[in-house]
């Protein structure tokens, strides 16, 4: 069994930037990855995939971007590329093709075992990834047989589906950019709605993030916000990062001839059930947004920004005067289904006692309470951008320097 | 909003965030089960009870029984000896959703001083009577308009209704499908 002392977990952003991060501070340790580097990019992204961050945004420890394009957005395989130079540059130790099994508690630490041998460490650093696993409700098995269903993570471009009608369900990031480009391809799109957070590609001439990173609201810390728990679970935001910068909202799908309904609440009989919640879920995204830009232009008043356009609001969503609740799944208007109803990370192999009764690892910020293991790349971990790119640089600076700690003076483990 | 003395709308917001802590260790205590007797008098008349519920892990009780009639109007050659089932319904979406609406004032620290909430629904009678199968019984659509007075900008009391919905227990019943069975023993 190999001996070193900090074994991370996933050879993504998040795992290089905390493998540079203890390289820094000579902290010796191995980077396990099940592929390749950056392995979800290359692998479970659709065709026409884009970042929702802006370059300039595309942050990790010691790397900037330095190309001509800083407000374009990057595809998957160039981000998986650029993902790919980092490892080299920073000499990540990364051992590719090496599925972790098991991690558990040793002798003085962990031991984790892999298809490729064992190792004991004295500490684990989990960064195999917030998205591992697309979430779909088990309503599914009502779904009948000849419609096809796909996730985002299989999805790769509307030819994949047959001709007519197509139900996204789910509004968040995923869902809008695919419902755009499908009812783009000629398939009827209906898109069910359940709770989402609206956002304009672009405010006052610049982009949205830009302004939420100035106005610090990316840098909110975890243990400031009022509701954790609700910060963390809230869906992804309303972008999408297209080379002409397109606000992809309910407004802008409605325009095209996407037809909206409530939240998916059932199958029953061969037919799909809606909620008929969708205009208060409308009005709280409407009033989040608007909630939102206050922050923002309160901000931009006290900083005085220059260059910028005016303050503006954006036109109430649109909810239809009464979308159907029911639409007859058997009747073929509908032939397939995009299940954009989110993700979760795979911790199977994870035999340390710190799951939650749904199997979600509890932690303060990163870090877990079981001496030594760590947590990085989850919505909101340590900030609001965690989920982004750039959360990784701040995040696992913090985390290096507890896991350091640590290691200089280590808490004894009851067991 | 008024930041000189703190709002108290009369809702104990510390025991109810106490509860969802508490729920964090404990999830078995939320499980909960809601129960009346509903007893046939005459006609369409019935008389329904309340007393008892199961939660926070054992069986439970309110301070006193109360009692429920339900009829209908003299128009429907009914008695009128009490409000019709519908009608209840509305009264549970509008009292669930005010109920949610001092809650969520509370602890965001907003002053009520007034609200109305106008419920009201729509109903094709085709539907009941069986004489045209393509209308539903049910409402075919429900409205409830608030009149609210507030220490609050417009903006934080349309949120404050819109958070009620998203966590009122009879919005939901009323917007998505439930699971019902009916047995006779």
Known sequence: MRDITTVVIGAGHCGLAMSRCLTDRSIDHVVLERGETANSWRTQRWDSFRLLTPNWLTRLPGYSYQGDDPDGFMTAPELAELIDQYATVTAAPVLTHTTVTSVRPGDDGFVVDTDQGSWKTRSVVLASGACNVAVVPALRDAVPAEILMR????????????????????????????????????????????????????????????????????????????????????PSMQLVGSPHKATVDLNALTALGVRLVGRLAGIRDGYAQFSGSLPNLCALADLKLGRLLDTVDTWAADAGVHGAGPPERFAATQVPSSPPLAVDLRSGEIRSIIWATGFRPDMSWLDVPVLDRKGRVVHDGGVTAWPGLYLIGMPFLRRRKSSLIAG???????????????LDCPVPVAS | MSVDTPADNGVNVEAL?????????????????????????????????????????????????????????????????????????????????????????????????????????????HGILGADPDVRN??????????????????????LVAQSQKRSAVYDVLTNPTQVTVEVI
């Open chain 1, 392 to 406: 990784a640089e701040p995040d696992a600076a913090d985390l290096t320097s507890h896991l350091a700690s640590y």
């Open chain 2, 17 to 125: 965030l106490g509860v969802r802590n508490a729920l964090a260790d404990t999830p078995d205590i939320a499980q909960f089960q809601w129960r009346a007797t509903c007893s046939w008098v005459k006609g369409t008349h019935s008389r329904s009870h309340v007393n008892t519920f199961y939660g926070f892990g054992g069986e439970q009780q309110h301070k006193t029984t109360f009692v429920y009639d339900a009829d209908h109007p003299l128009a429907f050659a009914a008695e009128d000896n009490g409000v019709t089932p519908v009608e209840y319904v509305l009264v549970a979406l509008g009292s669930c959703l005010t109920a949610g609406v001092a809650a969520v004032a509370q602890q965001r620290q907003i002053q009520l001083r007034s609200v109305q909430a106008t419920v009201e629904a729509e109903m094709d009678l």
């Open chain 1, 151 to 234: 996730t985002p993570a299989e999805y790769r471009g509307p030819d994949q589906l047959p001709e007519g009608g197509v139900l996204v369900v789910g509004a968040s990031a995923s869902g809008i950019q695919l419902a755009d480009e499908v009812h783009r391809s000629g398939r009827a799109v209906t898109l069910a709605v359940g709770e989402h957070v609206r956002m304009p590609r672009s405010y006052r001439g610049l982009d949205i993030l830009w302004w939420m990173e100035a106005a610090g609201v990316l840098d909110e810390r975890y243990d400031e916000v009022p509701d954790i728990v609700r910060a963390r679970s809230l």
């Open chain 2, 138 to 159: 049910g409402f075919s659509g429900v409205k409830v308009t608030y009149n609210i007075d507030a220490d609050a900008s417009p903006d934080e009391v349309k949120a």
